[in-house]
């Protein structure tokens, strides 16, 4: 069963980045870095509830 995601800014706290993975029992939350459109820069993106 997939699990939905959503990435949200540091900087700005925006919720930019929603997708689906296949992990489901990870014990540590998911940091990409991404462009943030209302920053309008490239900024740290990490898993919200």
Request: net charge positive; charged share 30%.
């Amino acid at each position: 069963m997939r699990k939905k995601i959503v990435l949200a800014c540091t900087e700005c706290g925006s919720r930019n980045y929603s997708y689906e993975s296949n992990q489901s029992t990870s014990s540590e939350r998911l940091e990409i870095k991404k462009f943030c459109s209302t920053c309008n820069s490239h900024a740290i993106h990490k898993e919200t509830k």
